[in-house]
């Protein structure tokens, strides 16, 4: 298998690539792995360390909007996996017209090459803040879409776009929607990270609102594995959601963050809400564990408490990072 990844110096794609190569994902054996990243601050070729220098991985650095050069990657790679996204919500409140050039235009170029090389699968790697916010029960792959955040909607755009591709042209798309993801080498603007290493730096964590918003989490190392059930058993014209069974609100979460870092809550700043903040996610994922065999394996303490201990072992991956989080 000649497979293209984007993305991949980030918190995802480089978990994918990292278990592809060591041969951590069932089906994947041997394959070899083309890279594509445009290293935005959130992207880091450490995060490739493990496995940089594999016989199998060529890491190209660039960007997925740029047309000439996904084209001469796309016509030697029989598989694609779309990671590469503009992701954080609060800087797509400040600022969204780069969310819309990556996510959207981003999307668009790699789906024409795609579809150009006659690729055999494309994955395009969603989320599910693409359904906007639900009280009560849980969202399935059919339920219409309602994104609430500017980054949400460049999301939505691009899962629209996908799927338009294969209706249109018969291209081999696959759209896969996930829970959050939380693990180590995840940048510290995200939730659990910026947590622990605010809690590890002796500053206070900032909770938006009331702290009762709710969220599943699922370790990225689920996510790859469901990722790559999609890739090689998912039926091309569907979405999947990819789930953690874990839903905890903000605030059950900060305390257990706080306890796993041996902190009180007097390091909690309450903090307005961010604006549009969504209240409940919540993914039906029965599809993919009846169609494609895919469980969570990861338990969430265990999960949780080995995400924490990596932070703590690894300061000189984050601390340069740490800044870039303050929004």
């Known amino acids: 298998m000649e497979l293209l990844i984007t993305g991949v110096a980030g918190f995802i794609g480089s978990a994918f690539v990292r278990l592809a190569l060591q041969d951590q994902l069932p089906g994947l054996a041997g394959a070899r792995i083309t890279v594509l990243d445009k290293l935005t601050y959130a992207g880091n070729f450490a995060n490739l360390g493990p496995v940089s220098e594999s016989d199998r991985l060529d890491f190209v650095p660039g960007d997925v909007a740029d047309a000439a050069l996904v084209d001469t ?7 694609v996996i779309h990671f590469a996204a503009e992701s954080h919500v609060d800087r797509s409140i400040l600022a969204a017209a780069e969310f819309a050039q990556t996510n959207v235009v981003g999307t668009q170029v790699l789906l024409d090459a795609a579809q150009r090389h006659g690729v055999t699968k494309f994955v395009h790697v969603s989320t599910d803040e693409v359904y906007g916010s639900i009280a009560q029960g849980k969202w399935r792959e059919d339920t219409p879409i309602a994104p609430n955040s500017p980054y949400a909607a460049t999301k939505a755009g691009a899962d629209l776009l996908a799927l338009a591709y ?73 979405v999947y959601h990819i789930g953690g069974d874990k839903e905890l609100t903000n605030k059950g979460l900060t305390a257990l963050l706080l306890q796993a870092c041996g902190a009180g809550w007097d390091r909690v700043e309450h903090v307005a809400d961010r604006k549009g903040h969504d209240r409940r996610y919540a993914l039906d994922d029965r599809k993919i564990r009846g169609e494609r065999g895919y469980r969570p394996e990861v338990e969430f303490s265990a999960g949780l408490a080995a995400t924490v201990q990596w932070y703590r072992e690894n300061t000189e991956w984050w601390r340069p990072l740490a800044g870039e989080g303050s929004l």
């Not at 990657?73 to 598989?79: A, N, Q």
């Not at 995200?190 to 702290?211: A, C, E, M, Q």
């Open 73 to 79: 990657l796309m016509r030697r790679h029989d598989h």
């Open 166 to 238: 294969h209706r249109t042209h018969g291209l081999p798309v696959v759209v896969t929607r996930c829970a959050n993801n939380y693990g180590p080498y995840q940048h510290p603007e995200k939730l659990i990270p910026r947590f622990v290493t605010n809690l590890l730096s002796g500053r206070p964590v900032p909770l938006y609102g009331d702290g009762a918003q709710v969220r599943d989490w699922v370790h990225v190392e689920d996510h790859c594995r469901g990722t790559a059930s999609a890739l090689l058993r998912g039926r091309a014209g569907e």
